[in-house]
């Protein structure tokens, strides 16, 4: 099984991005994790969506491809980060590479209610997007307080009890894939 993560932060040392490799690394029997790169997406232009660049043409083959998407998002200012809107922008466009596709989003913050709020918008994003969107009914990954459940050095998700859940929920979302 193929599937990309779709990170909304490009902070090197993101806990969306060590969330993504994280999820990767412990899932290497189960199925190939591509950890897309927004930095190479210029803004969304209308005027260029018929002839997009080629990063443009690289990144939606690249999700078009895969079996499904896992889009990791920070919270900013109770939404999505600008970078990933205009990833998600680029991906509803001309070809709509999204439609029908699985799609379970998640997101990591130091605050106490995660990324709920984030979440919530994407969600709204997504469904007019009319993509297979993953129920959240226990599959929310909204994980708080971040900075005390990775590990400084690696940047891996440690903390056993979350890293379970993750894995569970992972689970769950490669059965509603193959479905």
Do not use: C
């Not at 790169?37 to 260029?48: A, G, I, M, S, T």
């Amino acid at each position: 099984m193929k599937l990309v993560a779709i990170v909304g932060s490009l902070r090197k040392d993101s806990y969306n991005r060590h969330l993504a490799a994280t999820i990767q690394e412990r899932n290497l029997d189960k199925f190939d994790l591509e950890i897309l790169d927004l930095r190479v997406l210029p803004f969304y232009n209308q005027d260029e969506e018929n002839n997009p660049p080629q990063s443009v043409v690289d990144f939606k083959r690249k999700v078009n491809e895969a079996d499904g998407v896992i889009i990791i998002t920070p919270e900013y200012n109770w939404s999505i980060p600008g970078v990933l809107k205009n990833a998600l922008d680029w991906l509803s466009r001309v070809d709509k590479v999204l439609i029908g596709k699985p799609v379970m989003t998640a997101g990591a913050a130091t605050g106490l209610m995660g990324t709920i709020r984030a979440q919530l918008h994407i969600r709204q994003i997504l469904t007019a997007m009319q993509v297979k969107l993953f129920p959240p009914a226990g599959n929310e990954i909204l994980i708080n307080q971040a900075s005390i459940k990775f590990d400084p050095e690696s940047g891996r998700l440690t903390n056993e009890a979350t890293v379970q859940f993750v894995d569970e929920v992972i689970d769950r979302f490669v059965q509603f894939v193959a479905e």
